[in-house]
Nanobody, 121 residues
Framework: EVQLVESGGGMVHAGGSLRLSCVAS????????MSWVRQAPGKGPEWVAS????????YYADSVKGRFTISRNNANNTISLQMSSLSPEDTGLYYC??????????????WGRGTQVTVSS
């Protein structure tokens, strides 16, 4: 059974930073691109970032480019999302997702349960 367990969410002030983590199990993690997706209150899911299997190619939504960094550790089946210069517009549930690119935002079955990020102004 595929399991994706996110952690690291919380409440921060605008301009602050958070680091999200996700532990994957139940599939061969090393052979899958991975992504982060978020969903703000009252809005649809938004793809945030993706990373390839060997940590050499990273892709970001324009809304987070330059502020967020995705990474992975294949030795312990984890991916991370380092978030800085956070703004209230970054508030939402953040999901770890199996797969690559904006299409993962349309496949809820590939997500974990999510971790809440709240940014106050």
């Amino acid at each position: 059974e595929v399991q994706l367990v996110e952690s690291g969410g919380g409440m921060v002030h605008a301009g602050g930073s958070l680091r999200l983590s996700c532990v994957a199990s139940g599939f061969d993690f090393r052979t899958h691109d991975m992504s982060w997706v978020r969903q703000a209150p009252g809005k649809g899911p938004e793809w945030v970032a993706s990373i390839n299997t060997i940590n050499t190619a990273k892709y970001y939504a324009d809304s987070v480019k330059g502020r967020f960094t995705i990474s992975r550790n294949n030795a312990n089946n984890t991916i991370s999302l380092q978030m800085s210069s956070l703004s209230p517009e970054d508030t939402g549930l953040y999901y770890c997702a199996k797969g690559h690119g904006p299409s993962v935002a349309r496949n809820r079955a590939s997500w974990g349960r999510g971790t809440q990020v709240t940014v106050s102004s």
